[in-house]
């Protein structure tokens, strides 16, 4: 699949809700995988088995080269626009992960600071060394990094100490539903208190209704990401509508 270049690439944006003087556009780049009949599928059709045959390395290679090679042009494009690229365990795992990103940059006008890493708890957790590395070695060349499903784990607040990010990102699964949830909305603001007594920025994930945006914009955290304020979508008709200045254009529902 990945030869057969049938994987494709997807946008959704992370706008400001209580963040003042916030400057730019900011997107998390999506993977998806086209099928036989061309139809989209999310990630939870293919992710499983890519990890289960050690392929997500691949795949990690395969979005940063997309992203920094080929989008990099219409990237630059757009005034302040900022890009987020998840990566998983296995490239964290990857001594020359780091050459091959160095290498990209090198052969792309995409300037370092336009690219954020998304890495999750699990990852840092198993790979604590090489995580810890990386993570120096990538914001040293002015790259960012955000600490992914930040709170799903026993130990978030303790790798706090020990990694420098510039943001984390509340799991989704405290966000969706502490309109309705006391426990949530308990979680979601501690986890903000502590991102903004260390400096860092907070983003909220999954947020899909006016309610838990207020509740957010209550708890003053500082972004936030969902289905409330845009579907992801095709990424090039994201950067084409970013580059008219007409903001994110929405492409076909996805299929699951």
């Known amino acids: 699949t990945i030869e057969s270049d049938r994987f494709v690439l997807?946008?959704?944006e992370i706008r400001p809700i209580a963040a003042t003087g916030a400057?730019?556009?900011?997107l998390e780049v999506l993977i998806r995988m086209l099928d036989d009949d061309g139809g989209v599928l999310t990630p939870d059709t293919f992710i499983p088995a890519a990890?289960?045959?050690d392929l997500m390395g691949a795949i990690d290679r395969w979005v940063l080269a997309k992203v920094i090679r080929h989008f990099g042009p219409a990237i630059m494009a757009v005034p302040d626009l900022r890009v987020a690229v998840n990566l998983s365990a296995n490239s964290l795992n990857d001594p020359t992960l780091w050459r091959y990103l160095a290498d990209l940059f090198r052969t792309s006008p995409l300037t370092p600071s336009r690219l954020t890493l998304e890495i999750t708890e699990t990852a840092v957790i198993n790979s604590f060394e090489v995580a810890r590395d990386f993570i120096r070695a990538v914001r040293g060349i002015g790259c960012r990094v955000n600490l992914d499903d930040f709170g799903s784990?026993?130990?978030?607040?303790?790798?706090l100490k020990s990694f420098d990010v510039d943001a984390i990102k509340i799991d989704g699964s405290f966000v969706h539903n502490m309109a309705n949830s006391a426990y949530d909305r308990t979680v979601v603001r501690a986890i903000n208190e502590i991102g903004r007594q260390l400096g860092i920025e907070v983003i909220a994930e999954r947020i899909e209704d006016e309610?838990?945006?207020k509740e957010l914009a209550a708890l003053g955290v500082?972004?936030?990401?969902?289905y409330l304020f845009s579907e992801p979508s095709d990424f090039d008709a994201v950067l084409v509508g970013l580059s008219d200045g007409r903001g994110v254009v929405q492409a076909e529902p996805l299929r699951a």
């Open 10 to 12: 997807y946008a959704q």
């Open 23 to 26: 400057v730019g556009r900011s």
């Open 51 to 53: 990890e289960r045959f």
């Open 153 to 159: 784990g026993l130990s978030s607040f303790t790798y």
């Open 211 to 213: 309610a838990t945006l």
């Open 222 to 226: 500082g972004y936030g990401q969902g």
